[in-house]
């Protein structure tokens, strides 16, 4: 009988260490999942894209040739770590005694905004606005409005010029109609919005025309500030 004892508790201690044997690479890999796990979310978190926002000023000083659609196109290049832009301002500076006369658009890549497009030309004006000069900003998202139609926002009538340079933030005039025939209502479309999703690195254009003779007009300066995501930082 105690031979039988024996060797029932040698097989018992052998299917034990049996069984351990098997739970050890189980317990291990298991092990190993989590910390590769871990590792994946660690790097994840480093390798995510941060946002970031670039701004930039360019002195031009140019003027713009009076009553010639060819106008006059400035040409710059961009530098930033961002490589998808998700929101755009641009800053604009124009010197001249009729505003109405103005054409600008900016382009890049597969983007394109029109900033100014005869601002406050209607069935009622054929010329626009007869304003001396801009300093603004455009935004898609200024509570300002339409800068096509900014009289009626400062003063409630179109025929009121205003004192001085437009100042302030506006929305881009955005009407793609061609300058000669463009009026208050037509539909926009060429926001700002329009650059989103592009790589902002590379060369920008800022064209500005003057439509009518006889008011001279100059481009002082221009910027963008860019917001964006930068590439993926990989540790």
Not at 118 to 134: E, F, H, I, K, P
Not at 139 to 158: E, F, K, M, P, W
Request: aromatic share 8%; net charge negative; glycine share 8%.
């Amino acid at each position: 009988m105690n031979n039988q004892f024996v060797t029932k508790k040698r097989n018992m201690n052998q299917s034990t260490k049996r069984n351990r044997s098997r739970q050890a690479p189980t317990a291990l890999s298991s092990l190993l999942k989590s910390c590769l796990t871990l590792t994946a979310l660690a790097w994840g978190l480093a390798a995510s894209a941060q946002t970031f926002t670039t701004t930039t000023n360019f002195t031009v000083e140019a003027m713009v040739p009076d009553s010639d659609a060819s106008g006059l196109a400035s040409v710059q290049t961009v530098s930033t770590p961002i490589t998808k832009l998700t929101d755009l301002k641009v800053s604009l500076k124009l010197s001249g005694t009729w505003s109405g006369d103005l054409y600008c658009f900016l382009t890049h890549g597969t983007g394109h905004s029109v900033l100014l497009n005869r601002v406050g030309r209607c069935s009622a004006s054929d010329l626009g606005y007869n304003d001396a000069g801009l300093d603004v900003t455009f935004d898609d998202a200024a509570t300002n409005g339409d800068i096509h139609v900014y009289r009626l926002q400062l003063s409630s009538s179109q025929g009121t010029p205003i004192p001085g340079a437009l100042t302030n933030a506006w929305a881009p005039d955005a009407r793609v109609a061609y300058p000669t025939d463009v009026l208050d209502t037509d539909a926009r479309s060429a926001f700002l919005g329009s650059f989103n999703g592009v790589d902002p690195n590379g060369e920008w254009v800022l064209f500005v025309a003057d439509m009518e003779a006889g008011d001279i007009h100059m481009l002082e300066s221009w910027g963008l500030e860019i917001t964006g995501d930068t590439a993926p930082i990989v540790p």
